[in-house]
């Protein structure tokens, strides 16, 4: 996730709490009790994504992840491509050994 990101998921939170708030109240809570529900709606929300991070991490299913293999697979098909018909046929000579 880039700094961007986090900058306009921060900067949409803020309207998002006060419309929970305020759905609460329309719903016919007053102030207190709307101000309590809709943190502990933000909160819960908080510890989903923090669930969820953990478990994208655990499973190393992470952005970072995906690029560094992806990159990695592009420079081996590169030196695949680069090597010669003599290279190719001692890489799998030596492939076919193990």
Do not use: C, H
């Not at 329309?26 to 989903?48: E, H, K, P, Y």
């Amino acid at each position: 996730m880039r700094r961007i990101d986090v900058i306009l998921i921060s900067l949409l939170l803020l309207p998002a709490g006060w419309g929970v708030y305020w759905l609460f109240q329309v719903v016919g809570l007053d102030s207190i009790d709307a101000g309590l529900w809709s943190q502990s709606v933000l909160v819960f929300g908080l510890l989903l994504w923090i669930i969820s991070y953990l478990f994208r991490v655990s499973t190393g299913k992470m952005t970072y992840n995906k690029q560094r293999q992806i990159y990695e697979e592009a420079v081996l098909q590169d030196r695949l491509e680069k090597m010669s018909p003599e290279e190719l046929a001692k890489l799998q000579l030596e492939i076919e050994k193990e």
